[in-house]
Nanobody, 126 residues
Protein backbone atom coordinates (compact mmCIF):
# COMPACT_ATOMS: atom_id res chain seq x y z
CA UNK A 1 0.00 0.00 0.00
CA UNK A 2 1.08 3.53 -0.68
CA UNK A 3 -0.52 6.66 0.75
CA UNK A 4 -0.94 9.59 -1.63
CA UNK A 5 -1.54 13.29 -1.00
CA UNK A 6 -1.96 15.87 -3.75
CA UNK A 7 -1.10 19.57 -3.49
CA UNK A 8 -0.71 22.59 -5.74
CA UNK A 9 -4.29 23.15 -6.81
CA UNK A 10 -5.94 26.55 -6.78
CA UNK A 11 -7.56 29.28 -8.84
CA UNK A 12 -5.86 30.44 -12.03
CA UNK A 13 -6.86 32.47 -15.06
CA UNK A 14 -7.17 30.92 -18.48
CA UNK A 15 -3.79 30.70 -20.14
CA UNK A 16 -2.02 30.38 -16.82
CA UNK A 17 -0.03 27.53 -15.32
CA UNK A 18 -0.09 25.33 -12.25
CA UNK A 19 2.13 22.55 -10.98
CA UNK A 20 0.51 19.75 -9.05
CA UNK A 21 2.45 17.47 -6.75
CA UNK A 22 1.56 14.11 -5.28
CA UNK A 23 3.58 12.98 -2.29
CA UNK A 24 3.71 9.27 -1.61
CA UNK A 25 4.48 7.67 1.70
CA UNK A 26 6.62 4.61 2.14
CA UNK A 27 9.68 3.40 0.32
CA UNK A 28 7.86 1.59 -2.47
CA UNK A 29 6.95 4.55 -4.68
CA UNK A 30 9.30 3.34 -7.40
CA UNK A 31 7.35 0.08 -7.57
CA UNK A 32 4.19 1.78 -8.83
CA UNK A 33 2.99 3.05 -12.15
CA UNK A 34 1.46 6.46 -11.47
CA UNK A 35 -1.28 8.52 -13.05
CA UNK A 36 -3.33 11.65 -12.83
CA UNK A 37 -7.09 11.63 -13.26
CA UNK A 38 -9.59 14.44 -12.97
CA UNK A 39 -13.29 14.80 -12.28
CA UNK A 40 -15.34 17.84 -13.19
CA UNK A 41 -18.70 18.55 -11.55
CA UNK A 42 -21.39 16.31 -12.96
CA UNK A 43 -18.93 14.30 -15.02
CA UNK A 44 -17.19 10.98 -14.70
CA UNK A 45 -13.59 10.71 -13.60
CA UNK A 46 -11.32 10.86 -16.63
CA UNK A 47 -7.75 9.91 -17.37
CA UNK A 48 -5.22 12.73 -17.76
CA UNK A 49 -1.75 11.19 -17.84
CA UNK A 50 0.28 8.19 -16.71
CA UNK A 51 3.95 7.40 -16.19
CA UNK A 52 5.63 4.03 -15.76
CA UNK A 53 7.65 3.02 -12.69
CA UNK A 54 10.99 4.16 -14.07
CA UNK A 55 9.57 7.12 -15.99
CA UNK A 56 10.50 5.50 -19.27
CA UNK A 57 7.01 5.56 -20.79
CA UNK A 58 4.50 8.38 -20.57
CA UNK A 59 0.92 8.66 -21.79
CA UNK A 60 -1.48 11.58 -22.16
CA UNK A 61 -5.12 12.09 -22.89
CA UNK A 62 -5.60 13.88 -26.20
CA UNK A 63 -7.25 16.80 -24.41
CA UNK A 64 -4.06 17.68 -22.50
CA UNK A 65 -1.34 16.58 -24.92
CA UNK A 66 1.10 19.40 -25.56
CA UNK A 67 -0.10 21.39 -22.54
CA UNK A 68 0.50 19.08 -19.56
CA UNK A 69 3.70 17.32 -18.58
CA UNK A 70 3.85 14.44 -16.13
CA UNK A 71 7.05 13.56 -14.29
CA UNK A 72 8.22 11.74 -11.21
CA UNK A 73 11.10 11.86 -8.79
CA UNK A 74 11.55 8.41 -7.30
CA UNK A 75 14.21 9.67 -4.87
CA UNK A 76 11.62 12.01 -3.36
CA UNK A 77 8.61 9.70 -3.83
CA UNK A 78 6.78 12.47 -5.64
CA UNK A 79 4.70 12.69 -8.79
CA UNK A 80 4.23 15.96 -10.65
CA UNK A 81 1.89 17.42 -13.25
CA UNK A 82 2.95 20.66 -14.91
CA UNK A 83 -0.08 22.27 -16.47
CA UNK A 84 0.33 25.08 -18.97
CA UNK A 85 -2.09 26.98 -21.21
CA UNK A 86 -4.92 26.16 -18.85
CA UNK A 87 -8.48 26.40 -20.09
CA UNK A 88 -11.77 26.66 -18.19
CA UNK A 89 -12.58 23.10 -19.22
CA UNK A 90 -9.56 21.97 -17.20
CA UNK A 91 -11.49 22.87 -14.05
CA UNK A 92 -11.82 19.71 -11.95
CA UNK A 93 -10.64 17.89 -8.90
CA UNK A 94 -7.33 16.27 -9.80
CA UNK A 95 -6.38 12.92 -8.30
CA UNK A 96 -3.14 11.02 -8.34
CA UNK A 97 -3.31 7.25 -8.41
CA UNK A 98 -0.92 4.33 -8.08
CA UNK A 99 -0.99 0.94 -9.76
CA UNK A 100 1.16 -2.02 -8.74
CA UNK A 101 0.94 -3.38 -12.27
CA UNK A 102 -1.10 -2.43 -15.30
CA UNK A 103 -0.82 -3.34 -18.93
CA UNK A 104 -0.52 -0.45 -21.33
CA UNK A 105 -4.03 -0.79 -22.70
CA UNK A 106 -5.52 -0.35 -19.23
CA UNK A 107 -3.46 2.58 -17.97
CA UNK A 108 -6.31 4.95 -18.78
CA UNK A 109 -8.84 3.08 -16.67
CA UNK A 110 -9.41 4.12 -13.08
CA UNK A 111 -10.07 0.49 -12.14
CA UNK A 112 -6.40 -0.29 -12.86
CA UNK A 113 -5.30 1.79 -9.86
CA UNK A 114 -5.45 0.52 -6.30
CA UNK A 115 -4.41 3.62 -4.40
CA UNK A 116 -5.80 7.14 -4.67
CA UNK A 117 -5.18 10.50 -3.09
CA UNK A 118 -8.01 12.70 -1.76
CA UNK A 119 -7.70 15.11 -4.69
CA UNK A 120 -6.91 18.79 -5.16
CA UNK A 121 -9.24 21.34 -6.72
CA UNK A 122 -8.14 23.25 -9.81
CA UNK A 123 -10.35 26.09 -11.01
CA UNK A 124 -9.61 27.94 -14.24
CA UNK A 125 -11.46 31.20 -14.76
CA UNK A 126 -12.26 32.54 -18.20
Amino acid sequence: QVQLVESGGGLVQAGGSLRLSCAASGRTFRSYDMAWFRQAPGKEREFVSAIRKNGGSIYYADSVKGRFTISRDNTRSTLFLQKNSLMPEDTAVYYCAASASAITSTLGRSASYQNWGPGTQVTVSA
